[in-house]
């Protein structure tokens, strides 16, 4: 019980943005949250899934040709993209990264970094209006 309790806790490290954009008058695909949403142990390993929350906080609609992705980063090493579709005013999508690690690795060991680009060129009207709420950090 007490194992699971220090895992638990230990998992839900938050260190991302936490201030919205105030004064954006555009589209603005900002990064709102990254948590673990389940451990599964397969192994020596446990198989970590981590949902990564981009939310159009802007108030335009990106155009459905918005080509935009987030990094993820493990220990300041780029490891993985995941593609984000366009997005409406107040809309959210959900990306899932899931990666593996020893079940003896201690918590709060494994550093992640996910950054919101978009691909050149943006398509006119498209553009982040608010670039400091395009990067999330989370300690697993």
Same mark, same amino acid.
């Not at 198989?47 to 609609?61: C, D, K």
């Not at 060129?121 to 395009?134: M, Y």
């Given at each position: 019980?007490?194992?699971?309790?220090?895992?638990? &806790?230990? +998992? +839900?490290?938050?260190?991302?943005?936490?201030? *919205?954009?105030?004064?954006?008058?555009?589209?603005?695909?900002? #990064?709102? &949250? *990254?948590?673990?949403?389940?451990?599964?142990?397969?192994?020596? +390993?446990?198989? #970590?899934?981590?949902? #990564?929350?981009?939310?159009?906080?802007?108030?335009?609609?990106?155009?459905?040709?918005?080509?935009?992705?987030?990094?993820?980063?493990?220990?300041?090493?780029? #490891?993985?993209?995941?593609?984000?579709?366009?997005?409406?005013?107040?809309? &959210?999508?959900?990306?899932?990264?899931?990666?593996?690690?020893?079940?003896?690795?201690?918590?709060?060991?494994?550093? +992640?970094?996910?950054?919101?680009?978009?691909?050149?060129?943006?398509?006119?009207?498209?553009?982040?209006?608010?670039?400091?709420?395009? &990067?999330?950090?989370?300690?697993?």
């Amino acid at each position: 019980m007490l194992a699971v309790f220090v895992l638990a &806790s230990s +998992l +839900l490290v938050n260190t991302g943005p936490t201030v *919205a954009a105030m004064g954006c008058s555009g589209a603005d695909p900002a #990064i709102t &949250s *990254a948590a673990v949403t389940s451990t599964k142990q397969e192994g020596g +390993l446990n198989a #970590i899934s981590v949902g #990564i929350t981009v939310q159009n906080r802007g108030t335009q609609g990106q155009a459905s040709d918005v080509l935009q992705s987030v990094l993820v980063y493990q220990n300041d090493v780029k #490891i993985d993209r995941k593609g984000i579709p366009p997005l409406r005013p107040g809309q &959210s999508y959900t990306a899932t990264y899931t990666f593996r690690r020893s079940t003896e690795a201690n918590a709060g060991t494994t550093n +992640l970094r996910f950054h919101l680009v978009m691909a050149k060129p943006v398509p006119p009207g498209n553009e982040d209006c608010d670039l400091t709420n395009d &990067s999330y950090r989370l300690k697993v």
